[in-house]
């Protein structure tokens, strides 16, 4: 199995200006009328492992198969469907400035393949002639920007896709359980 990482495309001060777009939006802006004001105190990049399947699917409607990629992050099973053309790039461990994240798991192409299928089940109009067919697997790490948002005496994790600058609400439960999983990877201290 192949590692391969996705480049950076955002900067951190392009993700700080993310993180201040999202604290300025107005649901947010109440919230911080109505308890302390929040502050962004520190930012770093970590790699989130994500696996990575290339794929076939065809129909009888269509006279050649499709193929991309299907990415599966291996805590949550977070799905995202990547184009063909997406800049994977050959993962280079001996670069100790890269934090990645802890893989959990094992691949499970069932959960590609759903992801794929019901992709497809949206553009085809006789949905029973779907076949989709894995044809590689990879891991693939995504870069995100980590952005540490102090509100009074919390802390707040706010991510940035670093290779779209969109705020990602919905990949932070993936993100905590892949940090813990890091910690608890970790040698334990002498008592």
């Known amino acids: 199995m192949n590692s391969f990482f996705l ?9 700080v200006q993310s993180i201040q777009s999202y604290q300025n939006n107005w649901i ?3 919230q911080s009328v109505l308890g302390a004001k929040k502050k ?3 930012m770093e990049m970590v790699y989130l492992p994500y696996w990575c399947y290339d794929y076939e699917y065809t129909s009888l409607q269509m006279k050649e198969p499709i193929c991309g990629k299907v990415a599966v992050e291996t805590g949550k ?16 461990l001996s670069d100790g400035e890269i934090t ?5 798991g094992n691949p499970e192409q069932k959960v590609a393949e ?11 109009k006789k949905r029973k002639d779907i076949q ?21 005496n919390q802390m707040e994790l706010v991510i940035v896709d670093a ?9 932070k439960d993936a993100m905590i359980q892949a940090l813990m999983a890091g910690k608890e990877n970790e040698i334990p201290l002498a008592r």
């Not at 063909?84 to 993962?91: H, N, Y």
């Open 100 to 104: 990645m994240l802890h893989v959990s």
């Open 114 to 124: 759903e992801a794929i299928y019901w992709e497809a089940f949206t553009r085809e």
């Open 132 to 152: 989709v067919t894995i044809t590689e697997t990879n891991l693939l790490y995504v870069p995100y920007w980590l952005g540490y948002v102090k509100s009074g």
């Open 77 to 92: 099973q977070l799905t995202a469907i990547l184009p063909s053309t997406a800049g994977l790039q050959e993962l280079d």
């Open 163 to 171: 290779t779209s600058g969109k705020v990602d609400l919905g990949i």
């Open 40 to 42: 962004l105190t520190s």
């Open 28 to 30: 947010t802006k109440w």
């Open 7 to 15: 480049p950076t495309v955002i900067s951190k001060k392009q993700a």
